[in-house]
């Protein structure tokens, strides 16, 4: 209603001045304004009404009064007018709407009687709420109390459960276990055997329990029955190791695996019958593995080649009879394989190919060097320990085991080992076997098998002072061999020197990859003793050029032998090429002395000289002029008897082209050096008509160089 008399007035006083709101004038008005009279002018300050009325300058309602022009007094007459109008109009308002009111003032009472009935009711149903808040509170105490005891009473049912379950002996498992078959079932059975006997055994709360009295004289008198069944079970397949062509392997594998939990058991609930079963086991292997390997050597050795004795040895003479074409040669034997490996060398290429079937091998009437059998023997002690050292290691999770087993083996194969060894004076087959072993090292430890590492290792040790002693046999050989009889009046490769190139060449060869620092040592003193031993046997020829042939022949042999173990060449080898290049330029200059040694003297003396110097005896046309005419008439014929002369003494055609063509450099050289001399000598153009043109001799050295 209030809002409605506000717009009734704001309308009336809006209607009063809508003509004069566009011409306010503040100034105008300010200069016409009376104060009261009962107002003294001593009371009222008027400063700052400048500035308040700038203020309100922007108002509109201020700005809507003073724009009229009138006194305050009759402006506020005029809204008390309109104010008491408002009123009177806001009275009929209320009495027109007096039966509105008056209904709305029932409906309210009403809603507060509905209101008050409402809160009695909600207060009620607060109330029981708060009582069942009590009763649930009440219920989760006792529901969690009712939890607690349930969880209590299943963990002891549970720990009861299995406490019944482990130490009941069930008739079923009595009846397996007396009078069952031993088979997977009774070994589950036995798993289960042994889980109860454990847990009596290791609980202490099983011990002091009533149950235990009942149960555990049942459960030994199982125990007992379960260890003797089952020895007598494992003592049955043991013996059935011993039956002949057994395959002992296959037995292991898909028989005794098998059943190896057996053994655990017995381990565990009866040690001693344990040991009895060990030791059954190592007895009867210990004897099957032995025979095996005994009868194996009896067979390779009816195989074994004999290759070379105590007297085959690089300085010692041939004792075959000598004859027209065995001279100088030494047996068929002997030469392919004493000294030189050959094919032998194939052996350490087939070092893992199985052992050989010494049966069919005999069929075939095939016989084989010593480290043929060696590689054979060993292969298959190799084989066979590594199956039983996997099996002893699974089926009784012991690895001592083997060594107890393989003792008898071992024995077996070193008493024939003990044997050959002390007759063996084969140093190339000595050192095969020593590759062999190493490689056979090599392969136990890819199989990372270390069971037979101090069985190899012995071995090892006990060829290479064997390997030493055959060696420093050939060396002794060689130093104190007898040059009288050693001598052969042939300057041809002597068959001791072919026999050093050989076993030289075949050491050389086995130590390529290997190194063998000492190996090295030992052929540098083979060396040594062989170079003393050919300068005694040059030395018995009468003339000093067959010696240097001889020595020519040995060396360009030895060289060629070399080459063919180690094409780039090694210490021993370049000592020979520097033999065989000095012993080539003396032999050189003994060609040329035999045939032109009077120009030879002449240039090494005279050639030198200056013929125009004063000297006491000037070089005259007269003291060259024969040796011209003595070359020019038989210089062709020199050449063919060096030609000749090279052809019959050197047995390398290659070895003997590259002396000769040396020989006929070496004397165009000599010649050469003449003719210059020649031209410096006074009156020697008269010479020319006898001289020889270097074209003529170059000629004939190319066409000898072509018959070769």
């Not at 010649?671 to 020319?688: E, F, H, M, Q």
Request: charge should be negative; hydrophobic fraction near 40%; glycine fraction near 4%.
């Amino acid at each position: 209603m209030a809002d409605v008399a506000m717009n009734k007035v704001e309308q009336s006083y809006g209607e009063t001045n809508d003509d004069q709101k566009n011409i306010f004038d503040l100034g105008a008005f300010v200069g016409d304004l009376t104060i009261e009279e009962d107002v003294s002018n001593d009371d009222i300050s008027l400063e700052g009404l400048q500035q308040e009325l700038e203020e309100c300058k922007n108002d509109d309602v201020v700005a809507n009064i003073l724009s009229k022009g009138a006194k305050l007094r009759e402006y506020t007459k005029g809204v008390e007018n309109n104010l008491r109008q408002v009123e009177l109009d806001s009275i009929q308002d209320y009495i027109h709407e007096s039966d509105n009111l008056v209904s709305l003032h029932d409906q309210i009472r009403e809603c507060d009687s509905i209101l008050s009935q409402m809160e009695t009711l909600l207060s009620g149903f607060q109330a029981e709420i708060g009582s069942i808040s009590s009763d649930i509170k009440i219920l989760q105490e006792k529901s969690m109390d009712m939890g607690l005891k349930l969880k209590n009473r299943k963990v002891a049912e549970s720990k009861l459960a299995k406490f019944v379950e482990d130490i009941i002996v069930p008739p079923r498992m009595v009846d397996i276990i007396i009078d069952g078959e031993v088979n997977d079932e009774f070994l589950r059975t036995l798993e289960i055997l042994s889980k109860k006997l454990k847990f009596v055994e290791v609980d202490p709360m099983v011990k002091v329990s009533k149950a235990l009295k009942d149960v555990q004289p049942e459960l030994e008198k199982l125990r007992q029955k379960a260890v003797s069944k089952t020895f007598d079970f494992v003592v049955q397949k043991l013996y059935a190791l011993r039956k002949p062509k057994t395959n002992i392997q296959i037995l292991q594998q898909s028989v005794l695996l098998k059943y190896k939990y057996i053994v655990s058991f017995l381990k565990e609930h009866g040690s001693e019958v344990y040991n009895e079963v060990r030791g059954a086991y190592i007895d009867t292997m210990n004897k099957v593995l032995s025979a095996h390997f005994r009868a194996y050597i009896l067979a390779l050795e009816k195989l074994q080649l004999d290759i070379a004795t105590y007297s085959d040895l690089i300085g010692v003479e041939t004792r075959s009879t000598a004859g027209l074409f065995l001279r100088g040669r030494e047996p068929l034997k002997n030469r392919s394989a004493v000294y030189a490996l050959g094919e032998r060398i194939k052996i350490l290429k087939e070092i893992d190919e199985p052992a050989l079937i010494p049966h069919i091998a005999e069929a075939s009437s095939s016989k084989y060097p010593y480290e043929v059998l060696f590689r054979s023997l060993h292969k298959l002690l190799m084989d066979t320990a590594t199956s039983e050292y996997h099996f002893c290691d699974d089926f009784f999770g012991e690895e001592s085991i083997f060594y107890e087993i393989f003792a008898g083996p071992f024995a077996v194969i070193d008493e024939h080992f003990n044997s050959i060894l002390p007759n063996c004076y084969d140093a190339i087959g000595l050192m095969l076997m020593i590759r062999i072993i190493h490689q056979h090292q090599l392969t136990m430890s890819r199989r990372r098998i270390p069971c037979l590492d101090l069985y190899l290792d012995k071995v090892n040790i006990s060829l290479w002072p064997r390997f030493k002693m055959v060696f420093d046999m050939h060396l002794n050989s060689l130093r104190n061999a007898n040059v009288k009889t050693l001598w052969e009046d042939d300057v041809r490769p002597h068959y001791v020197m072919r026999r050093y190139a050989e076993f030289t060449a075949s050491l050389i060869r086995l130590n390529v990859e290997y190194g063998d620092g000492q190996l090295e040592l030992n052929l540098e003193r083979l060396r040594m003793a062989v170079d003393d031993l050919l300068i005694k046997l040059a030395k018995v020829f009468p003339k000093t050029k067959l010696q240097i042939v001889f020595l020519i022949n040995n060396y360009d042999m030895t060289i060629s032998v070399l080459k063919e173990a180690s094409p780039d060449g090694g210490k021993i080898q370049m000592h020979f090429e520097e033999l065989l290049k000095s012993n080539t330029a003396l032999f050189v200059e003994e060609l040329l002395l035999e045939h032109f040694s009077d120009i030879i003297k002449f240039v090494k003396t005279r050639a030198s000289e200056d013929p125009t110097s004063s000297s006491e005896k000037p070089i005259a046309v007269g003291e060259v002029e024969p040796l011209v005419k003595d070359f020019a008439s038989r210089w062709k014929g020199a050449i063919e008897l060096m030609h000749k002369d090279v052809i019959t003494s050197f047995s390398s055609l290659l070895c003997g082209m590259e002396i000769l063509r040396a020989a006929l450099t070496q004397l165009l050289l000599y010649y050469t050096r003449l003719s210059d001399c020649i031209k410096r000598i006074v009156g020697g153009s008269a010479l020319n008509k006898d001289l020889v043109s270097i074209s003529s001799i170059m000629y004939e050295i190319k066409k000898y160089s072509r018959t070769f």
